[in-house]
């Protein structure tokens, strides 16, 4: 199953209450794990990066380590890194900002590189995204509790995404979780519901172009085809579509760039979506009852086609 | 009948399970319900017997009134997936539009929608009537068995996708048959039967060119020479 949606604001609000809400009503969809695709105000001087330390313990050590291998892909540490407050978890999700001369990659590359934690058998760090607007949080349990640990309720942007995910294709935990970040492209991101059956041979296309993936989820995959169909020259738009006819399966997916939220629906119609705007806000959704928690009276409601593309603009 | 009670109740303040178990008694009775604020909830008004009526003033999500055997609903905003499915008897009416699969292996009873219905519609109706006042989704009317699927709109690509013994009725465009549908001169008699039926449910009646999507048969059985036919499967 899993749910999906997003909000779009006319101008900048609340989004982090209004997607704990529908991610909420979307609860009986999954509760693997829930997250948040947040998008904040442009800061030009600065990339955000969230990333997940797996062993708490050695959490300074592990921020020394991140911070040196910053220096080597030539970022610099714009403040001091800040953490989420459950002092009891064994991880720790960590936020940085660095300097936009980082080489996005090579950083992402050398911080998963810094090896398993022996204790935990998984990889010390998680690298869940880098943006200039884009904060990825994303972690396991259901939207309250993520919202709880991770502060979602307060945050204010344009637009946002929200995933609760229902595993059936990869591991439950959190690298496999959603939103994805389209690695290395910053600001890009992606929330899914459905099954990619031509995942490997589109994984190792991409491969061959030299992308790297942080998971063995076919989510990441689609984001990575669209913003690399962006990079050569097409628009948002028809890179959308692009991927309607070059992915197999079934699926319906939302992926967001500063520029606003992108929607395609597979050629068999089998992923729901349903929006509905009023009065400046724009919200998408798995089900209907999500958007009743964000706009609680009754409006007209759209749904959408197979091999829909829809593009809301900021 | 005498003056009837209305039993307002508050979908709000109610389980799913807890609101149909007032309902189940409600309608058993003969009475009338109205629910306000169901607010697209899945799973509002199922199983539900006759002989009485039950009004959602808004939006209900996916199922609502599925393995119902009589009563009569009316739902003033849009539906989800899966209204009336599988209902053996009774009468549905959506005031909006609905999601996929509307009137899925329905039995027997009437469901009408007044604006569009989503992919899937009538989707192995094993009998009833489904009547769409508007458009109708992608691969309409799929392995429908008995039963009578009615679009007054446009039916999308791949309606009537291996058909048995259901027929469809469309008085829009055909953008797209599916996997051994064929369209087929409805019968006088037939044109007259489903202008009764729109005419009761009350849609104007008006001059249509009304397209019926029968099966071609060649899926029911097994040709090699007909291996093409097959494979687009």
Known sequence: MCGIGGVKLSEPGNIGERLVQMMSALRHRGTDSTGFALYGPWQEDRLIVRLRVADRERLAETLNRIEAALRQAGGELVSP?????????????????????????????????????????????????????????????????????????????????????????????VAHGHPFWARPFPDVSIVHNGQITNYFKSRRLLEQEGYQFSSDNDSELISVLIADRMKHGQTFEEALRYSVTALDGVFTYLLSIPEGIGLAKDRLAIKPMISAETGGVTVMATEEQAIRQVLRDEITTKSYAQGEVVIWER | ???????????????????????????????????????????????????????????????????????????????????????????????????????????????????????????????????????????????????????????????????????????????????????????????????????????????REWKKVVAGRKLWYFDKREGQTWLKV
């Open chain 1, 81 to 173: 890194p800040t953490w989420d407050k459950a002092d009891r978890a064994r991880d720790a999700f960590v936020r940085l900002e660095v300097t936009p001369t980082v080489d996005v990659e090579r950083a992402t590359a050398a911080w998963i590189a810094l090896g398993p934690s022996a204790s935990l058998r998984v990889n010390s760090v998680e690298v869940h995204s880098f943006g200039h607007s884009l904060e990825i949080v994303k972690d396991v349990g259901d939207a309250l509790a993520v919202a709880e640990r991770h502060d979602i309720r307060g945050f204010t942007g344009s637009h946002g995404l929200g995933h609760c995910r229902l595993a059936t294709e990869s591991e439950v935990d």
């Open chain 2, 1 to 207: 009948m005498g003056t009837m009670t209305v039993v307002r109740l508050d979908a709000d303040t109610l389980t799913p399970r807890q609101l149909n178990e007032k309902l189940r008694e409600l309608l058993a009775s003969g009475a009338e319900a109205v629910v306000e604020n169901p607010r697209s909830r899945h799973n509002l008004g199922v199983a539900l017997p006759g002989p009485g009526h039950v009004t959602f003033k808004g939006s209900v999500g996916y199922y609502c009134g599925g393995l119902s055997n009589g009563g009569s609903i009316a739902i003033a905003g849009n539906a989800g997936w899966g209204i009336g499915e599988s209902m053996a008897n009774g009468f549905i009416r959506v005031r909006g539009s609905v999601g996929q699969s509307i009137g899925a292996s329905l039995r027997g009873g009437t469901i009408v929608v007044e604006g569009d219905a989503g992919p899937r519609a009538g989707v192995a109706q094993k009998g009833g009537v489904v009547v769409v006042g508007g458009n109708i989704g992608f691969l309409s009317g799929f392995m429908a068995q008995r039963g009578k699927l009615i679009a007054l709109g446009d039916a999308s690509d791949g309606v009537g996708d291996s058909l048995y013994e259901g027929n469809i009725f469309v008085a829009g465009r055909i953008h797209g048959l599916g996997i051994d549908a064929v369209i087929a001169p409805p019968m006088p008699e037939e044109i007259d039967e489903i202008e009764s039926i729109i005419a009761e449910v009350g849609f104007p009646l008006k001059p």
